[in-house]
Nanobody, 118 residues
Framework: QVQVVESGGGLAQPGESLRLSCAAS????????MGWYRQAPGKQRELVAR???????KYADSVKGRFTISRDNAKNTVNLQMNSLKPEDTGVYYC????????????WGQGTQVTVSS
């Protein structure tokens, strides 16, 4: 059984930094994608950053240049370094694991709150 567990998050002032971590466990193939999504109050969940096993990354335009996603394939972990935080970065951040073996598999963490406020 695959599990995805997030850690990190919390409260930060504008301009500060936070780091999120995510660990996936269970039977996971060697080719997969891990990423971070966020959901602000009253809004739909949106992609923040994603990285595939080969290292290619994708970022939301709103976080480019401020956030960096990285992963350790051997440990099945992914981190999100968030710098120069803005109030609009506030939301619940969810870690996602995706892979495809005959069909799509999507696994989500429980979510971690990030609040940016002065």
């Amino acid at each position: 059984q695959v599990q995805v567990v997030e850690s990190g998050g919390g409260l930060a002032q504008p301009g500060e930094s936070l780091r999120l971590s995510c660990a996936a466990s269970g039977t996971i193939p060697s080719i997969y994608a891990m990423g971070w999504y966020r959901q602000a109050p009253g809004k739909q969940r949106e992609l923040v950053a994603r990285i595939i096993s080969g290292g290619a990354t994708k970022y939301a335009d709103s976080v480019k240049g401020r956030f960096t996603i990285s992963r350790d394939n051997a440990k099945n972990t992914v981190n999100l370094q968030m710098n120069s935080l803005k109030p609009e970065d506030t939301g619940v951040y969810y870690c996602n694991l995706y892979f495809r073996i005959s069909r799509d598999y999507d696994f989500w963490g429980q979510g971690t709150q990030v609040t940016v406020s002065s």
